[in-house]
């Protein structure tokens, strides 16, 4: 009986395999540099992909187990002295990415992983494949620093696979640690940091989500149901001021999917300001302590940009001015999205769900409201 169910499985699983490789193809394959010199490598597919990465000699190989479109490009130039082309065909059923690469690299340059299809989002099963490797990049670790928090949506940057500390943004912290790096003067061109608020392209993301409910209160009450609340109502309310507004999610959901890894679900959310050619990005949570009688305010910013502190800053000096909790400050920290997106962002603590008073606030509209109302304006301002 039971083999009869395992034989069963194996010929329905084996069929599945068949029929989704056989129906795999490849749709577009992009490629990017963000400013820690990240060659990234974007696949997409219509179905979920396997793949394949090896070396034959200098170049390295990336083997998608799908079928070319014969609309893709087939020849790259890029912008990496590292890899300055890539050749793309199919080669026996599969599509081949070949990278000739100016120097050896190991395990540790690179990193890949998949992203399902996002209906929200229209984008489709893409293979992302990051190398980390190019000698120009100089970003620098200094010191490490305690944090309050170990929460999901608040991961420290780790980078899954690492270079030599002189190639690549290296940081690899445990979680409850933040880390401190280097102020970088750099600043990229295409984010606008003034001029009013009027056409500016906010992203906003309603922390956690889905399978993922956040820190939840001794009432019951979820991060992720409040977050959602007060980001549709920022949402509405910089519409109104002439801003054009994205939204990492609109709903209960996950970003990414269920059962992402940390890095994933961050990732996904960090695409959408990336996709959309944010101005700003804008991260909302609330904060939760094992001391129920911790209060107040703080945002966070990783100092990437000459901006981030002063977005931060714009934001909580209209939170604290609005309510009578405590000013936290705003906070230098590790966290994923800040780091990871490249243009400047702040990610707001708004309260504590673990203090009862600041549960309950949060369960009544008008806070909610002037929560939202002090954020677009905090917004406005950094924008004046
Ligand atoms: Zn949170």
């Known amino acids: 009986m039971h083999k009869k169910i395992i034989c069963c499985l194996l010929f329905i699983i084996s069929i599945f395999a068949c029929v989704s490789a056989y129906a795999a193809e490849v749709t577009d394959v992009r490629w990017g540099l963000d400013r820690f010199n990240v060659l990234r490598l974007v696949v997409d597919l219509d179905s979920p992909p396997g793949y394949n990465i090896s070396f034959q000699g200098q170049t390295m190989l990336v083997t998608v187990n799908a079928k070319l479109d014969e609309k893709v490009t087939r020849s790259f130039k890029m912008r990496s002295t590292l890899a300055p082309t890539m050749t793309v065909e199919e080669s026996g059923g599969n599509t081949v ?164 890894s940390d890095s994933q679900e961050l990732q996904a959310r960090v695409d959408v300001a990336e996709d959309n050619d944010a101005d700003a990005f804008i991260s909302i949570h609330i904060n939760s302590s094992t001391n129920k009688s911790v209060g107040g305010f703080s945002s966070y910013y990783y100092p990437k940009t000459n901006n981030d502190a002063r977005l931060a800053q714009a934001v909580q000096d209209r939170l604290v001015k609005n309510f009578g909790l405590d000013d936290l400050g705003i906070r230098k920290a590790n966290f994923y999205v800040n780091k990871r997106c490249s243009m400047p962002s702040t990610l707001l603590e708004l309260a504590f769900i673990s203090n009862p008073k600041e549960e309950k606030l949060m369960n009544s509209n008008w806070y909610i409201n002037k929560l939202a109302k002090s954020i677009a304006d905090g917004i406005e301002d950094y924008f004046k």
């Open 97 to 260: 990415l070949k990278l000739p690469l100016a120097r050896t690299i190991g395990t540790q340059d690179y990193n890949a992983f998949t992203l399902k299809n996002d209906p929200v989002t229209k984008r489709p099963n893409r293979l992302v494949v990051d190398i980390t490797a190019d000698k120009t990049a100089t970003p620098s670790v200094v010191i490490p620093k305690a944090n309050t928090s170990a929460e999901k949506a608040k991961a420290p940057v780790t980078v899954p696979k690492t270079t030599t500390p002189k190639t690549t943004a290296k940081v690899t912290v445990p979680k409850k640690t933040a880390v401190k790096t280097e102020e970088k003067k750099t600043t990229k061109s295409s984010f606008k940091t003034d001029g009013g608020l009027k056409g500016k392209k906010i992203t906003l993301d309603a922390g956690h989500g889905g399978s993922d409910p956040g820190a939840i209160g001794s009432n019951g009450t979820r991060e992720k149901d409040v977050t959602l609340k007060i980001t549709k109502k920022v949402q509405e309310l910089l519409k109104k001021k002439g801003a054009k507004v994205s939204m990492t999610r609109t709903g209960d959901t996950d970003v990414y999917g269920p059962n992402a």
